[in-house]
């Protein structure tokens, strides 16, 4: 087994590879459409794509139990750093390796201020390329972007995308994100959690599957994905 990915529910994301436990955006409390526990939940490293309540999440409570590092942007780790939690510092196009791979911080088009108002530097997505050579790219909270293409050229073999519309990309312009990835799979995520992001996922599957290579897994909170 190289990785195995849960959807969680929302955006959260829990990721087992290279003998990690990796949790990312782990919105679990308040998450409607979650049924995991904040207090039960493990975890090496969590992965924060951007300030906002629902990606933050329950970062902070997991990370003082577990002791998990948490990796996200300069500006989120310096407002946890205060918290005196572990983390390590990124930016937008860096990359570092891990136990569990090399990971490189990807352009997101969002916002990202914290909770408590502070600012929350630039939203990012993740490319991760596991231990074993496979590329797992979580988009986080986007619009479309034409540089979807340059990721796409790495050879992502799974791509992970909002498609729920008002807050990120919608289903047509996920379709187009889907075109410019050419991921070997997909999975959509940040849909149906409230009523503002309600979507048909799996009508948007078949119409990715009808005009693209790619294979759509419609994922149920709880439910995994295992890679190969
Ligand atoms: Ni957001
Ligand atoms: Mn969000």
């Known amino acids: 087994m190289s990785f195995e990915l849960t959807f969680i529910g929302h955006a959260a994301l829990g990721l087992t590879t290279g003998g990690c436990e990796l949790l990312i955006d782990p919105y679990l409390h308040n998450n409607p459409t979650a049924n995991l526990s904040p207090d039960s939940v493990e975890a090496d490293y969590i992965l924060i ?9 329950d970062a902070v409570e997991i990370a003082k139990r577990t002791g998990a590092t948490i990796i996200s942007n300069a500006e989120i780790c310096g407002w946890l750093r205060k918290k005196d939690l572990k983390v390590h510092p990124q930016h937008l196009g860096g990359g570092h390796t891990f136990p569990f791979g090399y990971l490189k911080l990807t352009l997101a088009l ?33 619009g479309l972007f034409g540089d979807m293409r340059l990721i796409g050229d790495e050879g992502v073999n799974l791509a992970v995308i909002p498609i729920g519309d008002n807050y990120t990309m919608g289903p047509a312009d996920a379709l187009r994100a889907v075109k410019l990835l050419t991921p070997e799979h997909v999975i959509p995520i940040h849909y149906n959690t409230f009523d503002l992001i309600k979507q048909d996922a799996n009508a948007w599957a078949k119409e990715v599957q009808s005009e693209t290579d ?15």
């Not at 794509?49 to 999440?57: A, E, L, P, R, Y």
């Not at 790619?214 to 190969?228: I, M, Q, R, S, T």
């Open 49 to 57: 794509s951007h300030g906002h309540g629902d990606h933050i999440g």
């Open 110 to 142: 969002h916002g990202s201020i914290l909770p408590d108002g502070s600012y929350g530097g630039n939203p990012a997505g993740f490319l991760l390329t596991t231990n074993d050579g496979e590329k797992i790219y979580m988009a986080g909270d986007t």
């Open 214 to 228: 790619a294979k759509v897994h419609v994922l149920a909170p709880g439910e995994k994905f295992v890679y190969p």
